[in-house]
């Protein structure tokens, strides 16, 4: 497993590209901009690319999708409560961000649960709701990414549209708090983590 971390777009999220060392089969996770970036590492390490996969519908996260897919013509994976959100410049927010608006629509809808399959690599979607409706965490192996839904000693913002600061919390404890304490996280910004020392250093999961 080969995971590279590309700062992309004017919000600078993590983008992550995971690849399947056997086969070069690639992920490509919450593309937020920069597509030119994104493109020219695969064509330099002579990836695969396979798919989309967007840990929610905001802009910050989402903003070179449809650049990736045009020049790709790869597939674009969303949980099925975000759907809606890549359809409406207004409500993934790229009309209010400084960015170029997305309007697209999405080929896979996930569910919690889910299995994709990355050549060898096995990617299991966590539904993590309370950043949005929709929001998944993806865990591969030893790692988690988690999107919004927990970063190194905080979490999402939970006051936009679909947001929980309720449901956030329920979804960090009872979903991602079960996993070791050795389980690497790499959110959506910010540095990387790990189950255990969010455990006990992150203020919202120990209050």
Do not use: W
Not at 2 to 13: L, M, S
Not at 53 to 70: C, M, P, R, S, V
Not at 167 to 195: A, C
């Amino acid at each position: 497993m080969i995971i590279e971390r590309i700062p992309a777009g004017i919000y600078a999220v993590n983008c992550y590209v995971l690849t399947c060392e056997e086969t070069k089969k690639t992920a490509i996770i919450d593309p937020g901009g920069d597509a030119d970036d994104i493109i020219s590492y695969m064509k330099q390490h002579h990836l695969q690319p396979e798919m989309i996969i967007l840990t929610h519908g905001h802009g910050d996260h989402i903003g070179a999708i449809q650049e990736i897919k045009a020049q790709m013509n790869i597939p674009i994976y969303i949980h099925k409560d975000d759907g809606y959100m890549l359809k409406d410049p207004r409500k993934n927010l790229t009309s209010l961000m400084g960015m170029q608006e997305v309007q697209v629509e999405a080929d896979i809808f996930l569910s919690d649960g889910d299995i994709v399959e990355l050549g060898s690599l096995r990617l299991h979607v966590i539904h993590t709701p309370g950043h949005t409706r929709g929001s998944i965490c993806i865990r591969v192996n030893d790692v988690i990414f988690s999107g919004d839904t927990l970063f190194a000693q905080s979490i999402g913002r939970t006051d936009l549209d679909g947001g929980s600061f309720e449901l956030i919390i329920d979804s960090i404890k009872r979903k991602l708090m079960v996993f070791n304490d050795e389980i690497k996280v790499l959110p959506g910004h910010g540095s990387s983590t790990t189950i255990g020392i969010e455990r006990t250093m992150n203020p919202f999961v120990n209050q």
